[in-house]
């Protein structure tokens, strides 16, 4: 049974290019979370999707960045313009249909390094 | 004053060392706590979860949370080189959003 899969492990972009982070659940999975770990800093929450809905972006930038969790498929990060702080671990989290945060299993991060 | 406070270390502690590690939060509507083992270059991995108040043991590891004091502790027994790594403290409220708050992580190292 796969465990979260996360694709590409690392990634280097320059400045003002986009960034796009995929996240593929666990078999069974419908809710997929995203966070971000900055150097020296805990897991900060960006947001929560289930299939083609984002319930909570409380934690989500307001410029450059969107997520989505289209129906097939997996689910994107998606970073536009991005800038030097925005080089981080980028860790996507899933959980099956029933409710238990107990039950969130992190994949192994995508490395974004910006030039 | 952050929700969650957790000391970075990092710690060193010998082989066979028990280990004490601990978070503070200041959200008295967390309910449910638990704790990440975090290696180098690796996704979090769960190792504790507790709901409310009291004691879980699973091995090795000990897990307590004391309400009142708004404080948390994992205890590692027997220490060993294999436990070196990144230990998070995580906490979520009950109800509303499924999101979880971390601590910032203390990085431990288990010397053979």
């Known amino acids: 049974n796969a465990g979260v899969m996360q694709n590409p492990r690392h990634l280097v972009r320059r400045r003002g290019q986009e960034a796009r982070l995929r996240c593929s659940p666990m078999?069974?999975?419908?809710?997929v979370y995203w966070y971000r770990q900055l150097p020296e800093e805990g897991l900060k929450f960006m947001v929560y999707?289930?299939?083609?809905?984002?319930?909570?972006e409380s934690g989500m930038p307001k410029e450059r960045f969107s997520a989505e969790f289209p129906k097939e498929g997996p689910s994107i990060l998606r970073i536009q313009q991005v800038v030097r702080g925005d080089s981080a671990a980028y860790f996507c989290?899933?959980?099956?249909?029933?409710?238990?945060?107990?039950?969130?299993?992190f994949g192994p991060g995508t490395r974004l390094l910006v030039l | 004053q952050k929700e969650v406070e957790q000391d970075p270390g990092p710690l060193s502690v010998p082989e066979g060392a028990i280990v004490s590690l601990n978070c503070t939060y200041s959200?008295?509507?967390?309910?449910?706590f638990m704790w990440y083992r975090q290696y180098s270059r690796k996704g979090p991995e769960l190792l504790m979860y507790?709901?409310?108040?009291g004691n879980k043991e699973d091995g090795r590891f000990t897990a307590q949370v004391d309400k009142s004091s708004k404080y948390i502790s994992l205890f590692i027994r027997d220490s060993q080189p294999s436990d070196s790594a990144t230990y998070l403290c995580?906490?979520?409220?009950?109800?509303?959003?499924?999101?979880?708050?971390f601590g910032k992580g203390t990085k431990l190292t288990v010397n053979p």
């Open positions: 989290a899933s959980s099956p249909e029933s409710r238990g945060v107990e039950t969130q299993y």
């Open positions: 078999k069974g999975h419908s809710h």
């Open positions: 999707l289930q299939k083609e809905n984002i319930i909570d």
């Open positions: 959200n008295s509507a967390f309910q449910y």
């Open positions: 507790t709901y409310s108040s």
């Open positions: 995580a906490m979520h409220t009950q109800g509303g959003s499924e999101k979880l708050v």
